[in-house]
């Protein structure tokens, strides 16, 4: 008589971020089962086992030595991912400051995202990772740039399904993707595989490479409400500015005087 043979356990490729998720859930919580695919599939890897409260409780679950080890080198991945984000963030704001413009992080700007094609658009809040105007006092010059930092394929492939966040950006202006490196220093995409309407920015070391061009629109001067955000927010870099706007005119023509001079009050009191 033969012995039936146990079932494989789950392979290691087929635990994903949601598994992931699931075990810090578990963690958390009292460990109450789910009872659905994913817990099965963590319960055939051996990262989670169920416990059997005493006396007639019900069957609760925890996780293994392997379960928690899982759940730890998941968390450093992330810390390292967000720390190399966050290192191309500020790669990206020097870049713009080096250009002559003012960029920022971290911003909720509103923005129109077209529903359908007989629809109005409707709004909704964006949160670009840097976005960056020109330097000028002329509305109508600012230019604005939206760029948006990729450092994990996984993440730029789920962030290009999302077509609604993609017109977002292109409502506030020019939108570039910066592309950056895996292991092994490839780009963690080609450029091919982002919208022709973006623009492509590949991160070698501490050197940003044009791969494509984003495409230039007509754009009318930035909405109030934007305006708005601006004001109320600190930006993250400036470019440098030597008294860009220190003469208006030449201070023979119609008595001006230069804005960066002293204010002399006058002699004759009130």
């Not at 930035?222 to 955000?229: E, K």
């Amino acid at each position: 008589m033969t012995t039936p043979s146990s079932p494989p356990a789950c392979p290691p490729s087929l635990i994903g971020r949601a598994h992931a998720r699931r075990l810090r859930e578990v963690y958390r919580s009292a460990g109450w089962p789910c009872q659905d695919g994913i817990e099965l599939e963590l319960l055939a890897a051996g990262l989670l086992e169920r416990v059997v409260r005493q006396p007639g409780g019900h069957d609760v679950l925890r996780l293994t030595d392997a379960g928690i080890a899982h759940v730890a080198a998941q968390m450093a991945g992330n810390r390292a991912a967000l720390s190399q984000h966050e290192a191309l963030v500020q790669l990206v704001a020097r870049e713009m400051a080096r250009a002559g413009r003012i960029a920022w992080c971290g911003l909720g700007l509103r923005a129109q995202v077209p529903v359908s094609e007989e629809g109005p658009p409707v709004w909704c809040v964006a949160r670009p990772d840097v976005f960056s105007i020109r330097n000028t006092t002329v509305a109508e010059y600012v230019e604005p740039i939206v760029h948006e930092i990729k450092v994990q394929r996984s993440d730029l492939l789920a962030d290009l399904r999302k077509s609604a966040k993609r017109a977002a950006y292109l409502h506030l202006g020019e939108c570039w993707y910066v592309l950056g490196q895996d292991r092994r220093g490839r780009a963690i995409a080609q450029p091919e595989e982002i919208p022709p309407e973006c623009g492509v920015l590949l991160a070698q070391g501490e050197r940003l490479v044009l791969a494509r061009p984003a495409i230039r629109r007509e754009r009318s001067a930035l909405p109030f409400g934007v305006w708005m955000a601006l004001a109320k927010a600190a930006p993250l870099l400036r470019g440098e500015d030597d008294d860009s706007q220190g003469w208006l005119g030449d201070p023979g023509d119609a008595g001006l005087e230069p804005l960066n001079s002293a204010w002399q009050p006058s002699g004759d009191g009130p």
